[in-house]
Nanobody, 122 residues
């Protein structure tokens, strides 16, 4: 059994910073990618950033230059440093991992964290 757990989030004023962390745990054979999605009220879940096993990253245009993802492969963790936050960054942030657990034939399986609330006040 594998799981993804986020931490961090909270309330911050516009222009402030927050840091989110995420850890994947369990019987993990390999991790193909990890990252963050977010969902604002009344909107669909959208990609924020993803980092692949190769190290390549894809950021949403809306966060490029303000958010930075980092990873620790030895600990199966990723962190998201969010700077210059805007009210439109408000939403529930979900950690995402595409992994292959031991004993699973499918090389890529999607796992989600429970989500953490980020609120940016104007």
């Amino acid at each position: 059994q594998v799981q993804v757990v986020e931490s961090g989030g909270g309330l911050v004023q516009a222009g402030g910073s927050l840091r989110l962390s995420c850890a994947a745990s369990g019987s993990i054979r390999s991790i193909n990618a990890m990252g963050w999605y977010r969902q604002a009220p009344g909107k669909q879940r959208e990609l924020v950033v993803i980092i692949r096993s190769s190290g390549t990253t894809t950021y949403a245009d809306s966060v490029q230059g303000r958010f930075t993802i980092s990873r620790d492969n030895a600990k199966n963790t990723v962190s998201l440093q969010m700077n210059s936050l805007k009210p439109e960054d408000t939403g529930v942030y979900f950690c995402y991992a595409n992994m292959r657990p031991y004993g699973v034939l499918n090389p890529g399986n999607d796992y989600w964290g429970q989500g953490t609330q980020v609120t940016v006040s104007s």
